[in-house]
């Protein structure tokens, strides 16, 4: 029996199994539902068919985990025994019970078969699950040795045909080293001649190159006293433009500080002079504002100084403010 084979009888038993619980689980619901509704308050009729809908879900509960564990190879304990009897004992008490009740023994044993079915069906269906389970492990080890056979003798047969390779490069190898021990033996011949001839050559480019470059020594020796010579030119030369550089910025400074000395002499003699007596004109005035700015005097101050109002003097500031490098032009062209 081949895999496929085992699967068809399993789906064929859950089938079955699956088949008579469901016919088993509606008989038992249809059967006991009246009994429950006879022995049930009026308000809670409507409770009638969760007791057997409950027996029958631990069924489910139990066939279901049943197939799965034998499947498994593996055994609930004694918890699940207890629970597939117990259930498969309280649906048969359920389902005999109103014709018990009732003396009816044909009834009894009519509502009986599906119970027992049922039961019997459970502990049959898990039978023969563990049978297949064993059957399938049995299959699968015996499947297991077979390739485990298989494989060894491909082994065997592979460690044959390796060591027959093995020898045969060995051989392949050895004809080679002969080959390449002759071949080394006329490359080193013919080296050690190409070497003798190399070396008699490098003398004589040794003797040229040698005197080729005593003679560019001799060149570099003769440009490098002419490089020096002319260095020492540009030295004496750039010392002595950098002297005059000096003395020409000693000079421009000396004559900075001279205008910038006239143009504070003559700030402060703006300054100095007092209010005007009348409006000066608008160069002097403008040369006295500019003074006054530079000096940091309010406007009111600088139009005392000037005669002219406050408002052009106003003016006179902002437009200093806005143009320093004018203003400072200004009073240069005052001191000269």
């Given at each position: 029996m081949n895999g496929v084979q085992v699967r068809s009888a399993e789906r064929a038993l859950s089938a079955g199994t699956w088949l008579i619980v469901g016919g088993a689980m509606l008989f038992s619901i249809l059967t006991?539902?009246?009994?429950?509704?006879?022995?049930?308050?009026?308000?809670?009729?409507?409770?009638?068919?969760?007791?057997?809908?409950?027996v029958d879900a631990a069924v489910v509960i139990v066939v279901r985990l049943d197939s799965v564990l034998?499947?498994?190879?593996?055994?609930?304990?004694?918890?699940p025994i207890a629970l597939r009897w117990m259930t498969g004992a309280m649906t048969l008490a359920l389902n005999i019970a109103d014709s018990?009740?009732?003396?009816?023994?044909v009834g009894v044993a009519v509502h009986a078969v599906a119970p027992l079915l049922l039961i019997v069906t459970a502990e049959t269906g898990?039978?023969?699950?563990?049978?297949?389970?064993?059957?399938?492990?049995?299959?699968?080890?015996?499947?297991?040795?077979?390739?485990?056979?298989?494989?060894?003798?491909?082994?065997?047969?592979?460690?044959?045909?390796?060591?027959?390779?093995?020898?045969?490069?060995?051989?392949?190898?050895?004809?080679?080293?002969?080959?390449?021990?002759?071949?080394?033996?006329?490359?080193?011949?013919?080296?050690?001649r190409e070497e003798r001839l190399q070396r008699e050559e490098r003398e004589r480019v040794d003797a040229r190159e040698r005197a080729e470059r005593e003679a560019r020594e001799h060149g570099e020796r003769?440009?490098?006293?002419?490089?020096?010579?002319?260095?020492?030119?540009?030295?004496?030369?750039?010392?002595?433009?950098?002297?005059?550089?000096?003395?020409?910025a000693e000079a421009r400074e000396r004559e900075q500080r001279e205008r910038e000395e006239r143009a504070e002499r003559e700030r402060a003699a703006l300054l100095a002079a007092g209010p005007a007596v009348e409006k000066q004109p608008e160069?002097?005035?403008?040369?006295?504002?500019?003074?006054a700015f530079q000096a940091g005097l309010p406007v009111r101050s600088a139009a005392e100084l000037c005669g002219w109002s406050t408002g052009w003097v106003t003016n006179r500031y902002q437009e200093l403010r806005n143009h320093?490098?004018?203003a400072s032009r200004v009073l240069e062209g005052v001191s000269s």
């Amino acid at each position: 029996m081949n895999g496929v084979q085992v699967r068809s009888a399993e789906r064929a038993l859950s089938a079955g199994t699956w088949l008579i619980v469901g016919g088993a689980m509606l008989f038992s619901i249809l059967t006991v539902t009246p009994l429950m509704a006879s022995h049930t308050p009026g308000g809670w009729v409507w409770t009638a068919p969760i007791l057997p809908l409950v027996v029958d879900a631990a069924v489910v509960i139990v066939v279901r985990l049943d197939s799965v564990l034998a499947r498994l190879g593996g055994h609930g304990g004694r918890w699940p025994i207890a629970l597939r009897w117990m259930t498969g004992a309280m649906t048969l008490a359920l389902n005999i019970a109103d014709s018990a009740l009732k003396k009816d023994l044909v009834g009894v044993a009519v509502h009986a078969v599906a119970p027992l079915l049922l039961i019997v069906t459970a502990e049959t269906g898990l039978a023969y699950r563990r049978a297949i389970t064993r059957a399938v492990t049995a299959l699968e080890d015996k499947q297991q040795a077979e390739r485990e056979r298989r494989e060894r003798i491909a082994r065997e047969r592979q460690e044959a045909l390796r060591r027959e390779r093995a020898e045969e490069r060995e051989h392949v190898a050895a004809l080679a080293r002969e080959q390449r021990d002759h071949e080394a033996r006329l490359t080193r011949e013919q080296a050690e001649r190409e070497e003798r001839l190399q070396r008699e050559e490098r003398e004589r480019v040794d003797a040229r190159e040698r005197a080729e470059r005593e003679a560019r020594e001799h060149g570099e020796r003769e440009r490098e006293r002419q490089r020096v010579e002319r260095e020492q030119r540009e030295r004496q030369d750039a010392e002595r433009a950098e002297r005059e550089r000096r003395e020409r910025a000693e000079a421009r400074e000396r004559e900075q500080r001279e205008r910038e000395e006239r143009a504070e002499r003559e700030r402060a003699a703006l300054l100095a002079a007092g209010p005007a007596v009348e409006k000066q004109p608008e160069d002097r005035a403008r040369q006295t504002v500019s003074a006054a700015f530079q000096a940091g005097l309010p406007v009111r101050s600088a139009a005392e100084l000037c005669g002219w109002s406050t408002g052009w003097v106003t003016n006179r500031y902002q437009e200093l403010r806005n143009h320093q490098p004018a203003a400072s032009r200004v009073l240069e062209g005052v001191s000269s």
